[in-house]
């Protein structure tokens, strides 16, 4: 999985940085098929952006933003709204249809 870190308009600490590749990291749980992941931290005048794209092979990217006064703050939001999409996504993925195994093995 490539991981791009880009700030704007500002300079990050380290810590923040190694906190954004460490949830980054638990991605790959959800969904073997994530290639990419693009980080950007954006500072404005009252408020810290933070936005995340993941880009996953055979379908669309998933983008999230977050904002608040820090940028911690902005990337738990983020995270939390990835976290859904994410689980989202899976559960769109199976067939709802299908028998349950249990059932289908007992048919033979």
């Given at each position: 999985?490539?991981?791009?870190i880009?700030?704007?308009?500002?300079t990050?600490?380290?810590?923040?940085?190694?906190?954004?590749?460490?949830?980054?990291?638990?991605?790959?749980?959800?969904?073997?098929?994530?290639?990419?992941?693009?980080?950007?931290?954006d500072?404005?005048?009252?408020?810290?952006?933070?936005e995340?794209?993941?880009?996953?092979d055979?379908?669309?990217?998933?983008?999230?933003?977050?904002?608040?006064?820090?940028?911690?703050?902005?990337?738990?939001?983020?995270n939390?709204?990835?976290?859904?999409?994410?689980?989202?996504?899976?559960?769109?993925?199976?067939?709802?249809?299908?028998?349950?195994?249990?059932?289908?093995?007992?048919?033979?």
């Amino acid at each position: 999985m490539d991981v791009r870190i880009t700030s704007r308009h500002t300079t990050l600490p380290d810590s923040l940085r190694d906190r954004a590749e460490g949830l980054l990291s638990k991605r790959a749980k959800y969904d073997g098929r994530v290639s990419a992941v693009e980080v950007i931290f954006d500072e404005e005048r009252n408020s810290k952006k933070v936005e995340e794209i993941l880009h996953i092979d055979r379908s669309d990217p998933i983008v999230a933003s977050g904002e608040g006064d820090d940028f911690n703050e902005a990337l738990s939001q983020v995270n939390d709204r990835l976290d859904r999409q994410l689980r989202k996504l899976h559960l769109q993925a199976k067939d709802h249809r299908a028998p349950p195994l249990a059932d289908a093995l007992s048919e033979e």
